[in-house]
C-alpha cells in the first residue's frame, strides 16, 4: 500500500486524524475535534492526510482564501507529524501536494503561521522556498 494521500472527508477519515493534530494542538479534545472541524469546513477548511499502512502519521489543514494583503491564496492553517515519523518526509509529501493545488486553484501563493521554537518545521519551509515576511500578533480573551 505505501502511503497515500488524501482528503479527509468522512467523519472516520477526519476522526483517524485526531492523534496527529493533538501533537500540534495539544489543546484539542476528542469529542471536540469533529464538530470543531465541521465547523470549519463551512469556512472552506480542509484536511489533507497521509495514510500509511500502520496510521495516519501526519495530516494538514488547509483552506483557499482571499485577503486584501495577499489576494487569493492557500492558508495552512496545520501542518503536523507524530513524533515516531518525523524524518520521514511525511511533511514534503503535504507541502508539494498543497503548492500544488494551490497553483491549480488560482492561488496567488501559500501562507502560514508558525511558532519561534518549531525550528525543523522552519527548515521544511524555506526548503519549499517560503519566506519570512511578518510577524503575527494576538489579543486572545477568556471566554469562560
Same mark, same amino acid.
Given at each position: &500500500? ?5 482528503? %479527509? ?12 493534530? #493533538? +501533537?500540534?494542538?495539544? @489543546?484539542? #479534545? ?5 464538530? /470543531? +472541524?465541521?465547523? /470549519?469546513? /463551512? /469556512?472552506? =477548511?480542509?484536511? $489533507? ?9 501526519? %495530516? ?12 487569493? +491564496? *492557500? ?6 507529524? *507524530? ?10 509529501? *503535504? &507541502?508539494?501536494?498543497?503548492?500544488? !493545488? ?7 501563493? +501559500? !501562507? $502560514?503561521?508558525?511558532? =519561534? %521554537?518549531? !525550528?525543523?518545521? @522552519?527548515? $521544511?519551509?524555506?526548503? #519549499?522556498?517560503? @519566506?519570512?515576511?511578518? @510577524? !503575527? ?8
Amino acid at each position: &500500500m505505501g502511503t497515500q494521500l488524501f482528503i %479527509a472527508r468522512s467523519d472516520s477519515e477526519i476522526d483517524a486524524c485526531f492523534d496527529a493534530f #493533538k +501533537v500540534l494542538r495539544p @489543546h484539542l #479534545k476528542s469529542e471536540e475535534f469533529l464538530p /470543531q +472541524v465541521r465547523r /470549519q469546513e /463551512q /469556512q472552506s =477548511y480542509q484536511i $489533507l492526510a497521509l495514510r500509511t499502512e500502520e496510521t495516519i502519521p501526519s %495530516a494538514a489543514g488547509f483552506r483557499i482564501a482571499e485577503f486584501l494583503a495577499w489576494g487569493k +491564496v *492557500l492558508y495552512i492553517d496545520d501542518l503536523t507529524t *507524530l513524533p515516531e515519523f518525523r524524518g520521514r518526509g511525511h511533511g514534503d509529501l *503535504l &507541502m508539494d501536494w498543497m503548492i500544488e !493545488h494551490a497553483k491549480s486553484r488560482g492561488c496567488r501563493g +501559500v !501562507h $502560514l503561521d508558525t511558532g =519561534y %521554537a518549531r !525550528h525543523a518545521a @522552519h527548515r $521544511l519551509y524555506l526548503r #519549499k522556498g517560503m @519566506h519570512l515576511n511578518c @510577524h !503575527h500578533l494576538a489579543l486572545e480573551f477568556d471566554l469562560a
